[in-house]
């Protein structure tokens, strides 16, 4: 069964970090590209940033760029998001999800994570 | 303001169809692949149609998807009411190099 369990969210003040952590199991990890969406409390979804399969292509949304960065350890089943200079703005449920396809991070997200709650609050 | 245009909110009966509607450019959904998600709230959402009109496994053939050129629209008949939940539009835009949602779209069955 596949399982993405997605962990790291916290209360952080206007200015700080926070790693989010997505453990995968229940399929072959890089045989898979993946990606994080977040959800702003009431408010839709919205793309965040996508890695493919070796961390050899990846891309962010233009409201993160430059402050977030997205890895994985494909020997630990494991997706990162490592957030710098955090805003109120990046308050949201963040969730993992698998992408399917290898080679990008563009194709449709086929499962999804439980989500981790950030808070950028002074 | 989202890149995909939904509406709102939509309703129906209970065994009745709806449509949904997904609003996009050149950039996005004309020249690529649409998907649709399903959320119910307080959980993570589901994947219901990818490739514009293909059903993952485990979803019942009620739920059906159609693209025309800018446009995309989710399909549901015999309506549930489990099938309550917000419906998102997604695909890839070319000219922002993302991946873009719609706005979402509240499903009542009524």
């Known amino acids: 069964e596949v399982q993405l369990v997605d962990s790291g969210g916290g209360v952080v003040r206007p200015g700080g970090s926070l790693r989010l952590s997505c453990a995968a199991s229940?399929?072959?990890?890089?045989?898979?590209?993946m990606t994080w969406v977040r959800q702003a409390p009431g408010k839709g979804l919205e793309w965040v940033s996508g890695?493919?399969?070796?961390?050899?292509?990846?891309g962010y949304a233009d409201s993160v760029k430059g402050r977030f960065t997205i890895s994985r350890d494909n020997a630990k089943n494991s997706l990162f998001l490592q957030m710098n200079s955090l805003r109120a703005e990046d308050t949201a449920l963040y969730y993992c999800?698998?992408?399917?396809?290898?080679?990008?991070?563009?194709?449709?997200?086929?499962?999804w994570g439980q989500g981790t709650p950030v808070t950028v609050s002074s | 303001q989202s890149v995909l245009t939904q509406p709102p909110s939509v309703s129906a009966a209970p065994g009745q169809k709806v449509t949904i509607s997904c609003s996009g450019s050149?950039?996005?959904?004309?020249?690529?692949?649409v998907y649709w998600y399903q959320q119910v709230p307080g959980t993570a959402p589901r994947l219901v149609i990818y490739?514009?009109?293909k059903r993952p496994s485990g979803i019942p053939d009620r739920f059906s998807g159609s693209k025309s050129g800018t446009s995309a629209t989710l399909g549901i008949t015999g309506l549930q009411t489990g099938d309550e939940a917000d419906y998102y539009c997604?695909?890839?835009?070319?000219?922002?190099?993302?991946?873009?949602f719609g706005g979402g779209t509240k499903l009542t069955v009524l």
């Open positions: 229940g399929f072959t990890f890089d045989d898979y590209g």
């Open positions: 997604g695909t890839w835009d070319s000219s922002l190099s993302a991946v873009v």
């Open positions: 890695i493919n399969w070796n961390g050899g292509s990846i």
């Open positions: 999800a698998r992408v399917n396809d290898p080679f990008s991070y563009s194709r449709y997200f086929d499962y």
């Open positions: 490739d514009n009109n």
């Open positions: 050149t950039s996005n959904i004309a020249n690529n692949y």
